[in-house]
């Protein structure tokens, strides 16, 4: 069976500027894959890239069915959920409306299951439905923009830095539910993270980036494992 998603050589930047150098990995089915760097490494462009937000060049493969050249929201509708970095969430707009934008593909028949669902994941945020998403705490906000990319039930989830300004407390929390869900509904997840400590306590397998080329492959405890992930991104 082929991998969830396939990616070769793939080259991106903006403009003149190279950011991704090349980058090939796959994510299998069920599996949670991270990609850690540091601040500039290219995480985020390679996210962009993926989703179709920034033109690229090399391939990528969902299900074995080229995304490149197709628009990022014809890749969502084949099954690319999309978690951006900082909060992506509509801060006028309360935590239903939110999860209703996520679930804007979907037949409206299919629109009450898909909250119930939504709400079935992250009980924290059913009490607060009727809430704009700008009064959520950091943590409740990401929760919500995992949620809302989980709407359509992707066969992929794009995770960019759900750690990202939560306490160690929350991010913890976070990235337990974010495993459990990953065990029980077996959604495929690349995630990547500048927290490789949380990061490594749910992924399966890992790479590093650095300056946008993959440096360094392993299992996520053999990353952990590692001398030089350890004195870079785990402070050891
Ligand atoms: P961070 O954790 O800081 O977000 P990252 O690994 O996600 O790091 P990217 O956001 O992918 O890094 O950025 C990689 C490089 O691309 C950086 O040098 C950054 O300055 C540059 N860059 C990012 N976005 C743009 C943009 N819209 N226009 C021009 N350059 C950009």
Same mark, same amino acid.
């Given at each position: 069976?082929?991998?969830?998603?396939? %990616?070769?050589?793939? #080259? *991106?930047?903006?403009?003149?500027?190279?950011?991704?150098?090349?980058?090939?990995?796959?994510?299998?089915?069920?599996?949670?894959?991270?990609?850690?760097?540091?601040?500039?490494?290219?995480?985020?462009? #390679?996210?962009?890239?993926?989703?179709?937000?920034?033109?690229?060049?090399?391939?990528?493969?969902?299900?074995?069915?080229?995304?490149?050249?197709?628009?990022?929201?014809?890749?969502? &509708?084949?099954?690319?959920?999309?978690?951006?970095?900082?909060?992506?969430?509509?801060?006028?707009?309360?935590?239903?409306?939110?999860?209703?934008?996520?679930?804007?593909?979907? =037949?409206?028949? @299919?629109?009450?299951?898909?909250?119930?669902?939504?709400?079935?994941?992250?009980?924290?945020?059913?009490?607060?439905?009727?809430?704009?998403?700008?009064?959520?705490?950091?943590?409740?906000?990401?929760?919500?923009?995992? *949620?809302?990319?989980?709407?359509? &039930?992707?066969?992929?989830?794009?995770?960019?830095?759900?750690?990202?300004?939560?306490? =160690?407390? %929350?991010?913890? @929390?976070?990235?337990?539910?974010?495993?459990?869900?990953?065990?029980?509904?077996?959604?495929?997840?690349?995630?990547?993270?500048?927290?490789?400590? +949380?990061?490594?306590?749910?992924?399966?397998?890992?790479? +590093?980036?650095?300056?946008?080329?993959? +440096?360094?492959?392993?299992?996520? =405890?053999?990353?952990?494992?590692?001398?030089?992930?350890?004195?870079?991104?785990?402070? %050891?």
């Amino acid at each position: 069976m082929s991998p969830v998603l396939e %990616v070769h050589e793939l #080259t *991106a930047g903006y403009g003149s500027l190279t950011v991704l150098r090349e980058v090939g990995f796959t994510v299998g089915e069920g599996e949670i894959v991270v990609i850690l760097g540091a601040n500039g490494a290219g995480k985020t462009t #390679t996210l962009r890239a993926l989703s179709g937000l920034i033109p690229a060049a090399g391939s990528v493969a969902l299900h074995g069915e080229e995304l490149q050249g197709r628009r990022a929201d014809a890749r969502a &509708r084949l099954g690319l959920g999309h978690a951006p970095e900082g909060r992506g969430t509509f801060g006028d707009l309360t935590v239903d409306e939110n999860l209703r934008m996520g679930g804007l593909r979907l =037949p409206r028949r @299919e629109v009450p299951a898909a909250l119930d669902h939504a709400y079935g994941l992250f009980p924290q945020l059913a009490p607060l439905r009727d809430r704009a998403a700008g009064r959520l705490s950091g943590g409740e906000q990401q929760m919500l923009t995992v *949620a809302r990319a989980l709407m359509t &039930r992707p066969r992929l989830l794009l995770l960019d830095e759900p750690s990202m300004g939560l306490a =160690p407390q %929350v991010t913890a @929390e976070l990235f337990a539910e974010l495993g459990r869900i990953n065990a029980e509904s077996r959604t495929a997840m690349l995630l990547v993270e500048q927290n490789a400590a +949380v990061a490594l306590t749910i992924a399966h397998r890992g790479h +590093v980036l650095e300056s946008g080329r993959i +440096v360094l492959t392993g299992t996520g =405890p053999e990353l952990a494992g590692n001398a030089s992930v350890r004195r870079a991104y785990l402070g %050891v």
